[in-house]
């Protein structure tokens, strides 16, 4: 052993999608060392995906071994913190309860945490990124639908059932826009994701002929193109993020007066669009607020990169456990 | 000293509301063993209120000097529990920022905790009442106004400035009805709280001239009077509930969302509306929860008596401290 002790002071970091498998070998400092990623819907089967992982992984953790490997975190889709199961994932092949952390950790032989991938992002940014050093935050990411992560008390919030935090079905506009998926109507991720920016789009356009929106194909009608007009000065983009923004500042507002963070870190594709939706997001949040929150709460973009994001939230779990 | 060591062993719980303080002693097992109160209005100064307060005390407090005194634990409105200060308390004679837990320690010479009423609630139930042995439950309290107090990981959730759980002022109804004192538009209180209920109960007797509502003399058209209709079949009066119930059903939907408590417990004057209230309540709370949450959050009513909630509430902060 050298001056240091280096035992345990590697982690890796799975975070598995419904189309791309991330991972990494990260340190304690968040540099990812090594990584790589699969395609999780080439394998029908759990044990199918776990064997290509560890052979996949085996060389990586190989080139690292002068150093301990502490654990494994995982982040996924429908992720229970307590069980380890992925549970009804409606974007897997796997279906049912899905014991995965055990399988990852007899498969690796090393202990494997697993959370869901909003829980993982929030990590990743409390350890790594814009969080560092707080105790209540709220992490919401924006893509193609929208998840959240909340911290309180400096722990994540599980709740009683390892669910908490599914901020993207919160009604925000009760009768509302009905959801693709789940059938609520009003949800917040129906109005805010980049699914729910496309269909504001594509409904403003019919309603306003002259709009430079009207010369994007249908197909490639989303949150980009969107920005990309407003940025040609197009008054119904920006109104498709304005929009946007209000509701989910409404929504923010709402969130600020049950857990008082100190920040509220907007992630993910849609916050591309910049001051656009922040502008009418802020603005929108401190008018919805009690004279007591306002002018308190920082809103503020990601610090992680995207690519890496994923990899070092899931790897975040592991310097926790 | 005895068999057991009974040093430490009571805690003074105060409660102070706009009209009335009520304050007792408190031995572990949840027994107020002499109490009392008095009216705060009667004090301009919080100078005079503290030194009336210890002069009613001392005599109890004397009463019960064979046992060790822990502390004094303070449930008081817009109460934080960081910095032991009421701030700008809208109710109350005394203006700005009231440094309370520091006036009253000094006083009584023992520690003193505050925080706000809703959250002493919660801390009594937890240590008393129906959340015994929970680590993750809302308290709502449907008085005049609507307060919470939320439990996360064992832990009362006061956020990064001890302002957390202001559920009462979350928007439920964006562009709805007016709030009478926050001027927000579409508060869970200004449709939930006994103000609300009333609110309601006017608005509708005055669509519908057949009512046994009409009966009832304006000033007298409280959540009582809209009950007791309501056990005389009058549909108006029931719908008056109905109507409540959706709202504050929703919005329990929501919040189980973010938190995924074990319970939501309901607490106050217009819980005496039982199942009027608690049906539809029920019934739109599952229904707007994504599935992995249904039939899972006990839905259910303070087990303490009201009159002595407060002060239990108040007194068990002395033992988390």
Redesign the interface.
């Known amino acids: 052993m050298g001056l240091l002790d280096l035992s345990n002071d590697l982690a890796i970091g799975i975070d598995i999608g419904g189309t791309n498998t991330k991972y990494g070998i990260v340190n304690h400092r968040g540099e990812i060392l090594e990584k790589g990623e699969l395609k999780t819907d080439d394998y029908p089967t759990i044990e199918g995906f776990i064997n290509a992982l560890y052979d996949a992984m085996k060389p990586l953790i190989e080139r690292q071994s002068g150093y301990g490997l502490k654990g494994i975190g995982l982040g996924a889709p429908?992720g229970n913190y307590y069980t380890g199961t992925i549970?009804?994932a409606p974007n897997l092949h796997w279906k049912g309860i899905i014991p995965i952390a055990k399988l990852v950790s007899e498969k690796f032989g090393v202990p494997a945490t697993l959370t869901n991938d909003a829980n993982a992002a929030a990590m990743g940014e409390m350890m790594y990124g814009a969080a560092r050093g707080?105790?209540?935050f709220i992490m919401i990411t924006l893509g193609t639908g929208v998840g959240s992560g909340?911290v309180?008390?400096g722990?994540m919030?599980?709740?009683?059932?390892?669910?908490?935090?599914?901020?993207g079905?919160?009604?925000?506009?009760?009768g509302g826009r009905k959801h693709w998926s789940?059938g609520?109507d009003g949800s917040l991720e129906a109005y805010c994701s980049a699914t729910g920016i496309t269909i504001t789009a594509k409904k403003l356009r019919a309603e306003n002929i002259h709009s430079k929106l009207n010369e994007v194909p249908e197909e490639k009608l989303d949150s980009l193109a969107v920005f990309e007009m407003a940025e040609k000065g197009d008054e119904t983009a920006i109104e498709v993020f304005r929009y946007t923004g209000q509701i989910l500042g409404?929504a923010l507002?709402?969130?600020i007066?049950?857990?008082?963070?100190?920040a509220i870190i907007l992630f993910g594709g849609v916050i591309k669009a910049g001051e656009y939706i922040m502008k009418p997001t802020r603005e929108h949040m401190e008018k919805?607020l009690?004279p007591?929150?306002q002018n308190?709460?920082k809103l503020v973009f990601s610090e992680l990169k995207e690519a890496d994001a994923a990899i070092l939230g899931a790897s975040a779990l592991v310097w926790e456990a």
Do not use: C, Q, W
């Not at 919030?157 to 901020?167: K, Q, R, S, V």
């Not at 079905?169 to 009760?174: A, K, L, S």
């Not at 007066?257 to 100190?262: I, K, V």
């Open positions: 429908n549970e009804y707080m105790k209540d909340i309180a008390n722990l919030l599980y709740g009683h059932d390892g669910f908490a935090g599914e901020l079905h919160i009604i925000v506009r009760p789940t609520a409404e507002a709402n969130f007066m049950f857990s008082s963070p100190e919805n009690l007591i929150f308190k709460v």
